[in-house]
């Protein structure tokens, strides 16, 4: 892009470079109380972009921010020579580039798993021009994550800077959630996850940590917060090739319902692998899916025996195992009809969603399809659920998940931030997904009674564990 002709911007931009200059002439020089707010915004990005990741900083002032987020690649832009200076020498293993986000232009194609704009956009002359100079940098899997600052705040930090308790600005935009929304989407990204963050930034003996850890977070407190943050994806672009598709099929004490998978799953995609994982079995199971593979050549199948117990450790290692490019959970109940995978492909195809979650409590169920209190349950835990990981999950237990194999393999090199935690198979998933910030989509489904076997979910203890859940995703995603 060449540089501009409107003197009014050249001279907007001329006084914010001499503005961060004098800053970082003096940094170290004057004492700043704004260390509990940058502290915790380390913090809050710390739980959003993984490490090891290839991070682009734009404004990235002394480097401290991409420094903490240990980065296998990172680069810091800011268009202040005295502030790239302080940021070399602080953070020497990283790179630091000098330039305008208006006109910025990487040399050799770089793309990034992670853009962060930390309190930038206040400052910047164009949003959207700045925003769509990233555009090239991305890929599907990119995510971009920003704060800003909330308009409710505009007279405090004001304040706070006349009486010398914080760096000096110079006029800000003063955007809403929505205007950057707009932006976004004017700029080529879509938003898949926001919140607030932030209530008290100066140190108070301790209450700092509840009330920016917990308190804001909480309706309606959350609605005082200092920061905005804001996670985007590029906009989807619907995939040009078929994918081949695994369908895994965890399956104990299912021998009635064997055969049916067989003739009712569908041919998806550039062929469509069944993948069945026996589970120890009384009633001849794995016999039948023998059987079956033998009356069925043409079909591509795997059978599988399960070493672990429960589904979780079925699904984990029919995923491991499978050798499509998307990867589909069918429950061997047949409570969710196969017949209905393909939209769920369609849906992953065409980039609406990158983890698409059936939902069983949408449609009327047959009669006897799940107990009464077992409704109850599973619509308190989805509104639950709901909060704790910011987009909408109406369901968390209908088996029938798909996502793509390359986004199941990211979520399993994180797996280690959750730990072996997940009986179901389910939250494995849905967490996963959510620390991605993978974008969640709902499916609704008909959901239908058994027509054989019985059901494995145990009521009570399994709810029990669904609270247990609830406690374990509060304290490792909302309140970190």
């Not at 700043?32 to 991070?55: C, F, K, M, T």
């Not at 009674?449 to 009570?460: F, H, L, P, V």
Request: glycine share 8%; aromatic share 8%.
């Amino acid at each position: 892009m060449a540089a501009t002709t409107d003197s009014a911007e050249v001279e907007y931009t001329e006084a914010r470079i001499a503005h961060w200059d004098s800053v970082a002439r003096q940094l170290g020089q004057i004492r700043d109380y704004s260390g509990v707010y940058h502290q915790r915004l380390i913090e809050v990005y710390r739980s959003v972009v993984a490490p090891n990741q290839r991070v682009l900083e734009i404004g990235c002032g002394q480097g401290d921010l991409l420094a903490a987020l240990e980065p296998s690649v990172g680069v810091g832009i800011d268009f202040s020579g005295e502030m790239l200076r302080r940021a070399a020498r602080r953070h020497p293993d990283l790179r630091f580039v000098q330039a305008d986000a208006h006109t910025l232009d990487l040399t050799g194609g770089q793309t990034f798993d992670a853009i962060v704009l930390s309190d930038v956009v206040n400052d910047l002359w164009d949003v959207e021009v700045a925003l769509r100079r990233l555009v090239p940098r991305t890929r599907p899997s990119t995510r971009l994550v920003l704060n800003f600052y909330s308009r409710l705040w505009e007279v405090p930090l004001d304040l706070t800077r006349s009486l010398g308790l914080s760096k000096p600005l110079l006029e800000q935009n003063w955007l809403t959630v929505e205007d950057i929304d707009n932006l976004l989407r004017l700029s080529g990204f879509e938003v898949t996850r926001r919140w607030d963050e932030i209530l008290l930034p100066l140190r108070a003996g301790g209450l700092e940590t509840i009330a920016n850890r917990v308190l804001a977070r909480v309706w309606p407190l959350d609605h005082a917060a200092l920061t905005h943050f804001v996670v985007a994806r590029p906009e989807p672009q619907a995939q040009a090739t078929e994918p081949r598709v695994s369908v895994i099929v965890p399956a104990r004490n299912e021998s009635g319902n064997i055969a049916p998978i067989f003739e009712r799953t569908p041919e998806m995609g550039r062929g469509t692998e069944l993948v069945f994982i026996e589970g120890h079995s009384t009633d001849g199971t794995l016999e039948t899916i023998q059987r079956e593979i033998a009356r069925h050549p043409h079909r591509c199948c795997r059978l599988l025996r399960q070493t672990g117990k429960g589904k979780g450790d079925a699904v984990r290692l029919g995923f491991e195992q499978a050798s499509g490019d998307v990867l589909m959970i069918l429950d061997a109940d047949l409570t969710v009809a196969p017949e209905g995978l393909p939209r769920f492909l369609d849906a992953l195809q065409s980039g609406k969603g990158e983890l698409i979650n059936g939902v069983r409590l949408v449609y009327p169920m047959q009669r006897q399809a799940m107990r009464l209190l077992n409704l109850f349950g599973n619509k308190f835990f989805s509104l639950a659920f709901s909060w704790l990981l910011g987009q909408s999950i109406k369901d968390t237990l209908c088996g029938t998940k798909v996502l793509w194999a390359a986004d199941y393999r990211r979520i399993a090199s994180q797996r280690h931030y959750f730990g072996d935690f997940d009986p179901f198979g389910d939250f494995d998933l849905l967490f996963g997904a959510a620390r991605l910030n993978l974008k969640i989509v709902d499916m609704p489904i008909r959901y239908r009674e058994r027509t054989y076997g019985a059901t494995n979910i145990q009521r009570w203890r399994h709810g029990w564990l669904l609270l247990r859940m609830v406690a374990f995703a509060a304290r490792r995603i909302k309140f970190v």
